[in-house]
């Protein structure tokens, strides 16, 4: 796992506001900030991955979040669009990404760019079932996602049978996931482009294991 900064009630609620996670109102062109530090974090574990798995000559195992090609669609606009047309809370963001990487718990498995992006549809849709006071169904938030509605359902139940559907976490945990991701903007330096995602976008979006993605990100930081 992350080596995490330490319980600190007046930091967490600091990077809690600094993440965007209490915007209650948004414009077109509104987006909170934890879009673009998660798109960060998750196009460099992406990148020291493969990098990791080509060096060590492994060839991952697939599963049924992985897809022919990666989507042409980058992480961070392919976030935008999630956050726009679905309309779930920022926090669903951080939530998702710690039910990633509880799915990526299993030995073997690496979040990569061929599944990066269903992971988070996924992880992200079952945030705001779980959170939010409404959301959509499976059939909308598929086309979002740029998927079947079929591979969504089949996406969802994957994923809540592998994370023994542990879908509560306490605000412990979800305060040490925001201070990390906070972290992520003090050492890499990230800026912040404002963009809009157009739904025809990823349109045509193509088809897209695990021990933990804290943990491979973590090992590959450390070569």
């Given at each position: 796992?992350?080596?995490l900064?330490?319980?600190?009630?007046?930091?967490?609620?600091?990077?809690?506001?600094?993440?965007?996670?209490?915007?209650?109102?948004?414009?077109?062109?509104?987006?909170?900030?934890?879009l673009?530090?998660?798109?960060?974090?998750?196009?460099?574990?992406?990148?020291?991955?493969?990098?990791?798995?080509?060096?060590?000559?492994?060839?991952?195992?697939?599963?049924?979040?992985?897809?022919?090609?990666?989507?042409?669609?980058g992480?961070?606009?392919?976030?935008?669009?999630?956050?726009?047309?679905?309309?779930?809370?920022?926090?669903?963001?951080?939530l998702?990404?710690?039910?990633?990487?509880?799915?990526?718990?299993?030995?073997?498995?690496y979040?990569?760019?061929?599944?990066?992006?269903?992971?988070?549809?996924?992880?992200?849709?079952?945030?705001?079932?779980?959170?939010?006071?409404?959301?959509?169904?499976?059939?909308?938030?598929?086309?979002?996602?740029?998927?079947?509605?079929?591979?969504?359902?089949?996406?969802?139940?994957?994923?809540?049978?592998?994370?023994?559907?542990?879908?509560?976490?306490?605000?412990t945990?979800?305060?040490?996931?925001?201070?990390?991701?906070?972290?992520?903007?003090t050492?890499?330096?990230?800026?912040?482009?404002?963009?809009?995602?157009?739904?025809?976008?990823?349109?045509?979006?193509?088809?897209?294991?695990?021990?933990?993605?804290?943990?491979?990100?973590?090992?590959?930081?450390g070569?």
């Amino acid at each position: 796992m992350w080596n995490l900064p330490p319980d600190d009630e007046d930091l967490c609620t600091e990077a809690f506001l600094s993440l965007g996670l209490s915007m209650s109102e948004k414009g077109a062109n509104d987006f909170p900030r934890v879009l673009l530090l998660l798109s960060s974090f998750l196009d460099r574990a992406v990148q020291n991955n493969e990098k990791l798995l080509d060096s060590k000559k492994v060839k991952e195992p697939l599963t049924v979040f992985h897809g022919l090609k990666a989507p042409n669609l980058g992480m961070q606009r392919y976030m935008e669009r999630i956050y726009k047309y679905s309309k779930c809370s920022p926090s669903c963001f951080v939530l998702g990404l710690v039910y990633m990487d509880r799915y990526l718990q299993q030995p073997g498995v690496y979040v990569t760019s061929l599944n990066v992006h269903r992971l988070l549809i996924t992880s992200v849709v079952l945030a705001a079932k779980f959170i939010d006071d409404a959301f959509y169904n499976n059939a909308y938030y598929a086309k979002v996602g740029g998927i079947s509605t079929r591979e969504m359902n089949r996406l969802e139940l994957n994923m809540l049978f592998c994370i023994d559907f542990r879908l509560k976490v306490d605000v412990t945990t979800f305060g040490k996931y925001c201070l990390q991701l906070e972290k992520e903007a003090t050492i890499y330096q990230v800026e912040w482009p404002i963009k809009a995602c157009a739904l025809v976008d990823i349109n045509n979006l193509d088809d897209t294991k695990c021990r933990s993605l804290t943990q491979r990100h973590a090992e590959v930081e450390g070569l």
